[in-house]
């Protein structure tokens, strides 16, 4: 089995028993596809051959494409948050001398258990982190990996009449990475109860190496994002 897939499979998996920890009589779900304008900045290795970039947060020329969705869960103490995000980069490498695609996926759940009656939640669960990268040019080349690492954090949750807020941090305790952490910020506009307008910005940081291919990516995945929450 390849390591992708196996990193695939172990991700569902935990988030599908995390899922089935959360209440099932959770009165509150909220369905948001949304489009992640994202780039890399950072460096690592693929096959010997070092890569490094940094991307302009605002410049998405070097978007290829693809999207997300996330997914919530509210009870009155209890809730779940899922994402699940495939998006393709090409951008300058190293000076321009060479060109990196890179082809990656996430897929994140948490459990939250609600501390106050503000909306403040403490979150466990699992990320699992999925990438082939290309370094084009002279001397390029190709490889793939995935890991898996639990993380801990907390999720804030506020809503008015016409706006809401939503804080997500959280930090790798143990797994494959050497370390990771993720920060994402949201603003909704609701256009009724049932749809709301969310944009934001999101931030992925990952430090992780597979000794055995050499492949190794120490970068922050981030970037702005905008999409629409569909309230049931």
Known sequence: MAAHSKGLMLAIGAISLLAGVAPAAAGDFTLTPYVWFEGLDGDGDVNGQQWAVDADPLDIDHYDGGGAVAFEAKGKKWAFLGSIAA????????????????EQSMIEGVVGYRLTKGGLYVVAGARSLDYDVTVSGFGGGEDSSSWVDPVVGFWYRADAPKWGTSLEADIAVGGDSDSSYQIAS???????????????????DMDYEDEGSGFRMHAVSKGPLAGLAFRF
Do not use: N
């Open 186 to 204: 949201l603003l909704y506009w609701h256009f009724s109860r049932s749809i709301s307008l969310t944009v934001g910005y999101k931030a992925v």
């Open 87 to 102: 998006i393709d980069v090409d951008q300058e490498a190293l000076g321009g001398s060479r060109d990196l695609t890179a």
